[in-house]
């Protein structure tokens, strides 16, 4: 049998994902669904942060880009919500920048625009 890394919380971040897309449908933007899942994270007691900042280190210098995460869950997930008709390699791409930058090593993306919710975890594999 597998072992899957935070298996149980992402089971709940997605249940409140899909209770979201249950209640809202398909075809509202980002923030509409991110403000949702906010409701449903506080509503659970699941613990979040919302928009959170990361800076890229560099040598001895911190970069100027920052990243900002959708949401950061159980101090130890990464959520990443879209909106879009597929998800693409850039999507992917975001989420694995932040894990990495963030020391996380699970993400999960998902994509509130399909008739039924999609979404993936993303696992920060050994660099």
């Not at 890394?5 to 933007?29: D, N, P, T």
């Not at 928009?51 to 040598?59: G, I, L």
Request: with cysteine; aromatic share 14%; charged share 30%.
């Amino acid at each position: 049998m597998e072992h899957y890394l935070l298996k149980e919380e992402c089971y709940e971040i997605i249940g409140s994902c899909m209770e979201v897309h249950s209640e809202l449908g398909a075809g509202f933007s980002e923030i509409v669904y991110k403000d949702a899942l906010e409701y449903e994270f506080k509503k659970h007691g699941i613990p979040f942060a919302r928009e959170v900042q990361y800076r890229v280190k560099y040598k001895d210098t911190i970069l100027p880009h920052q990243f900002y995460a959708d949401f950061v869950v159980f101090d130890s997930i990464i959520l990443e919500v879209k909106a879009v008709s597929e998800f693409c390699k850039e999507h992917f791409e975001q989420t694995i920048n932040y894990l990495a930058v963030s020391g996380m090593e699970v993400g999960v993306l998902v994509n509130f625009r399909k008739s039924k919710l999609e979404y993936k975890r993303v696992i920060l594999s050994e660099r």
